[in-house]
């Protein structure tokens, strides 16, 4: 039933997808999702809000049945909180539910019911009955909030999971939508701002002029009041000069405002501009003007001319039922400043005097011929041109200022490509670099030139040569125009120091807004292509890896498993999988590649599948790893980029044994219900992919109904508080310890949240995998003693000898492997040689006594000698050390032979345990 | 260790040891390389067909041979080695310090 019901969701949601014509335009795809949505379930209404970076609130897309308008909530709200934090959707009568329930109770902490008001507000605001959260990446992007159903019935466990996977599913698709339209209006601004500087360019008349700027900046700005303010040299005062979104009065109040001179006169020390998000932040303005006007944001642009010189203001005005304007809102008005300024000078010059006429008309032609041209490349050589024929230069050479403070040829004329090309200047040791600084033109003769780098001026041929610097208004540097003058200096009448810096002046803007363009066509043409592919190709790896890693949970009731994985960018490089060896034994492998995002998700996949086949070949963890790191070098030609760390237990249900191997993973922790205990487990070997040997041992342990096995990759220990703390294994191991009855799934989201609220709720950094697995029914297995071990034998070799050889052939007699024959033999006489040479110090007349058992199960011996004891922690510390001395061989052997070694607290007893199975 | 014999093949000395190597054998077989380094061979080859087990003394003489020879110029390579003998070498992390080779032939040829 439960089967053909979701094979039926994944066939309407395969219908949906269909259905979509354009999946990148987002307004067809939200409302064809609306439309499918509605279909299916009959709902009252269908919003999608989805996150605005403008307004940094979510905005309402689309909707259908929507009685009123939704009120919008932003990022810091109670809900989007929960969101991040729970994953799921939320389902408003629950919390009217919650809500009477801990009102009834006194004892309900106030704060609960807070937040459980906060929810039910920002539900309320949003008209929505369920709540779901669109996630990317563990962020919030959109939310899709619909009413009850229309036909009053009763919304099902079956509907909700229904809407969970049809967001899901769609999820992808919506962010690739939303990334292409930012994309497309970032297009749209550029070429806006444009058209702009064209219209300018071709205007002469103040009024016309101003009517453009002033209308175009509001509609940029979004914006509904802007101001233009302009130096007045008659009042010697600054005045509005042109004002959109005003009436006469306000216009009249604003001027008449005790600090309005001030105003705009304090941008002059703000070279970038100002920008205030609330009346109150603000400093400079009035606030009881903003407020008379219901103003809420204010943006102001300055405009400098030529001697960077304030001669006015840009200033735009958002009311308080707008949102505050952003830092790009001041970069748009920058550039707009940038043609205010393009426009003012080329106005004034129509009001200059006749004997300027001819220079105007030279100018007025020379913006046209600039202004005809789109691509970078004409412009530039159509001023190079300029220079060598209408204004008779012979040479020109045009530098582009780059930001590691060098001028490069863009362009000359009058040289072969391959002389100048290969120029680099140094601005702070030559001439060009001086005007670049200084921000004037300058005429350059032999004096000029010393105590600077002559390199391009004796390159180039030049002796009398005039530098002129293109800036932007905001002094932006962009570059400098060097113009030969020939082998003799001219007079200033013959070279028209005015009428160059002018034109220079308009070809910084014009290139300026050149580069823009082409830079943003370029970009925004790659980003199209590279944006819809990568964004399907994402999508897809996504499916993929989403499906390799929720394949069905192996069937065996001996078990539960509930295995989680979170990966912190869409695709992940944490991996786990169930592998069948057969009926009785099963493989459960989870590791971590190297890097993250796509290359790790490839090697992901990659490892994934070798396990797989290696899994079902082999039986031995160590032998499946070890093929598995064999395979893995063959691929990654042992790249030290590329590495995996993996655990791969084998279960066996006939013996009820576990056994494993690690390479290089953080150590799985076994909770042992019995004893009430965390075990980690720990074995030796290093990680896969670079090592020809990996150092790696298996051991076994086994397992008992109530045990879990928690598996996890460093992403759950490694994520850190807010004092930077780790959360570490031996929290998440006390964290098990103290929820030993909590079945896999509650307990695996009980330690998400957990660790979310140790991470204070942000973003996991690292992808996040936890696969537990609770041995709830495994059939009773007898241990059964065999033999059993009491000997008190003298402390020499020949005791030694003879306690070894006797317990020896006890084993062949069990018919014990040969395998395992050897590592107790090995541990047991190195055992017995420790407690002889550092125990007892070689002492003869004392003894060492020896006890355990054997059984169908287990060999288990303790070995306790007479002396003082050793320091149980400088042992551990010996394990470790690479030294090569032999008596630390014995002790790296013994951990490396037995499954459990321990010691007792004295350090006078020697514990060491083999699991065995039949 | 049941017996220990010698051969020379040219200026290298092949050691072959039967039975395994365990408690006092070390002493005997650090004795017998010392010698064998004195007299001016210090390149050996370790036969260890017949072996099948050694213990960490025996692993430290072997490890002092290994110093003492690359110290005169020489070194101690091992041969035919069997899965046991191979197994513990690995377990106590000592494989990596020596030259493993399948057959006497081999390792006397690697000199």
Redesign the interface.
């Known amino acids: 039933m439960l089967g053909s019901r979701i094979h039926r969701q994944d066939h309407i949601i395969h219908d949906i997808r269909q259905g979509i014509a354009d999946p990148l335009d987002l307004r067809q795809l939200l409302l064809s999702l609306i439309t499918s949505l509605s279909k299916v379930l009959h709902l009252e209404n269908i919003c999608f809000h989805l996150y605005s970076n403008d307004s940094e609130e979510f905005e309402l897309k689309e909707s259908i049945r929507l009685s009123k308008t939704p009120i919008s909530i932003d990022r810091d709200s109670a809900l989007v909180h929960y969101f991040e934090s729970k994953r799921d959707l939320i389902v408003r009568d629950q919390i009217r539910k919650g809500l009477i329930t801990l009102e009834k109770k006194p004892s309900s902490k106030k704060a609960n019911i807070a937040l459980l008001k906060h929810l039910n507000d920002d539900l309320e605001g949003l008209q929505a009955e369920i709540a779901i959260p669109i996630m990317v990446d563990n962020r919030v992007i959109g939310i899709l909030a619909t009413g009850n159903l229309h036909s009053g019935r009763k919304i099902t466990p079956h509907d909700l999971g229904f809407i969970r996977q049809f967001v899901a599913e769609f999820t992808p698709m919506i962010q690739s939508a939303i990334t292409f339209q930012e994309l497309a209006n970032k297009e749209k601004e550029t070429n806006a701002l444009y058209e702009v500087g064209k219209a300018i360019s071709s205007l002469h008349d103040f009024k016309k002029i101003f009517d453009v700027i002033a209308r175009n900046s509001s509609i940029l700005l979004k914006a509904p009041k802007i101001l233009v303010i302009l130096y007045d040299d008659f009042d010697a005062n600054f005045a509005i000069k042109k004002s959109f979104g005003f009436t006469d009065f306000q216009l009249d109040t604003i001027q008449k405002s005790v600090r309005f001179k001030e105003c705009t006169q304090s941008l002059s020390n703000v070279l970038e501009g100002i920008l205030i998000k609330s009346p109150s932040e603000n400093k400079v303005y009035e606030e009881t003007i903003l407020l008379d006007l219901g103003i809420n944001s204010v943006l102001s642009a300055p405009l400098f001319d030529e001697n960077m010189t304030l001669v006015g203001e840009l200033r735009a005005m958002r009311p308080v039922n707008q949102k505050a304007f952003a830092a790009r809102d001041l970069g748009i008005a920058m550039n707009l400043a940038n043609n205010i300024i393009l426009a003012i000078n080329n106005s004034s010059r129509h009001q200059k005097s006749e004997e300027d006429y001819i220079e105007l008309n030279m100018t007025y032609t020379i913006t046209k011929a600039l202004r005809s041209e789109f691509a970078l490349d004409r412009i530039l050589h159509k001023i190079c041109h300029i220079f060598t024929h209408d204004l008779n230069f012979r040479r020109v050479i045009l530098y582009f200022y780059e930001n590691n403070n060098t001028l490069i040829p863009a362009i000359a004329s009058g040289w072969p490509d391959d002389l100048y090309k290969s120029l680099s200047l140094d601005i702070n040791r030559t001439i060009e670099g001086k005007v670049l600084i200084e921000g004037r033109f300058l005429q350059v003769g032999p004096k000029q030139l010393e105590g600077f780098d002559p390199t391009a001026s004796q390159l180039l041929g030049l002796h009398h040569f005039v530098v002129l610097p293109l800036l932007l208004v905001n002094k932006k540097p962009l570059g400098v125009l060097v113009v030969d003058l020939g082998d003799e200096p001219a007079s200033a009448d013959n070279f028209k120091p005015r009428l160059l810096t002018q034109i220079a002046h308009q070809a910084a803007v014009i290139i300026e807004n050149a580069r823009l363009y082409s830079e943003s066509e370029l970009l925004n043409d790659q980003l199209r292509k590279e944006q819809s592919r990568t964004a399907k190709e994402l999508q897809m790896a996504h499916y993929i890896q989403q499906g390799l890693l929720s394949a069905k949970y192996p069937d065996h009731k001996e078990i539960q498993i509930y295995a989680t994985n979170i990966p912190c960018r869409a695709v992940g490089g944490d991996f786990y999988n169930f592998i069948a060896f057969n009926d009785d034994m099963l493989g459960v492998v989870v590791g971590d590649v190297s890097g993250k995002g796509i290359p790790a998700a490839l090697l992901m996949t990659m490892t994934n599948s070798i396990f797989k086949e290696f899994g079902k070949r082999f039986s031995s963890p160590e032998q499946i790893l070890q093929h598995t790191n064999e395979s893995l070098q063959s691929f990654l030609s042992r790249s030290p980029l590329f590495y995996v760390t993996a655990f791969y237990g084998m279960i066996n249900f006939q013996t009820n044994m576990l056994k494993y191997g690690k390479a290089g993973h953080n150590p799985p922790i076994l909770y042992q219900a019995k004893k009430d205990e965390c075990l980690m487990l720990d074995a030796e070997g290093t990680y896969l992919g670079t090592f020809d040997?990996c150092?790696l041992?298996e051991k076994a342990i086994p397992i008992e109904n109530g045990d879990k096995l928690v598996l996890y990759t460093d992403g759950i220990t490694e994520v850190r508080n807010k004092k930077k703390q780790l959360f570490g294994k031996e929290r998440l191991a006390s964290f098990i310890k103290t929820n030993p009855t909590l079945p896999a799934e509650k307990l695996t989201k009980f330690l998400i949240s957990e660790i979310e609220r140790w991470g204070d709720n942000k973003e996991f950094t690292d992808d996040i995998t936890l696969v537990i697995i609770d041995f709830k029914d495994l059939k009773p297995l007898k241990e059964i003693t065999q033999y059993k071990i009491d000997e008190k034998i003298e402390s020499s070799?020949k005791g030694?000898?003879k306690c070894v050889s006797g317990l020896l052939n006890k084993l062949e007699a069990l018919e014990i492997n040969?395998?395992v024959y050897?590592h107790i033999?090995?541990a047991l006489?190195?055992a017995l040689?420790n407690g002889m040479e550092h125990g007892n110090k070689g002492d003869a007349s004392k003894s060492i006594l020896v006890s355990g058992v054997i059984t169908n199960r287990r060999i288990e011996v303790s070995v306790k000698d007479e002396g003082l004891g050793f320091d149980v922690s400088l042992l551990k510390m010996k394990e470790n050390q690479?030294d090569?001395?032999?008596?630390g061989?014995?002790i790296?052997?013994i951990n490396?032979?037995m499954d459990e070694v321990r010691y007792n607290e004295a350090g006078t007893t020697l514990t060491l345990v083999k699991y065995l199975e039949p | 260790m049941k017996k220990v014999s010698q051969e020379k093949k040219g200026d290298i000395i092949v050691v072959t040891i039967e039975g395994d190597i365990e408690f006092d054998d070390s002493i005997q077989l650090n004795e017998l390389f010392s010698t064998i380094i004195k007299d001016g061979h210090p390149k050996i080859v370790l036969d260890l067909k017949i072996c099948n087990y050694i213990d960490s003394s025996g692993i430290g003489a072997l490890v002092e041979g290994l110093k003492s020879t690359q110290k005169a110029n020489g070194d101690l390579r091992l041969c035919n080695l069997n899965d046991d003998f191979q197994e513990i070498l690995m377990m106590t992390r000592i494989i990596k310090y020596f030259q493993i080779f399948n057959s006497l032939e081999d390792a006397v040829k690697s000199f």
């Open positions: 040997d150092g041992i070799l030694i000898k040969k395998r050897n033999r090995l006489s190195e040689m690479v090569i001395n032999h008596r061989r014995g790296t052997a490396a032979c």
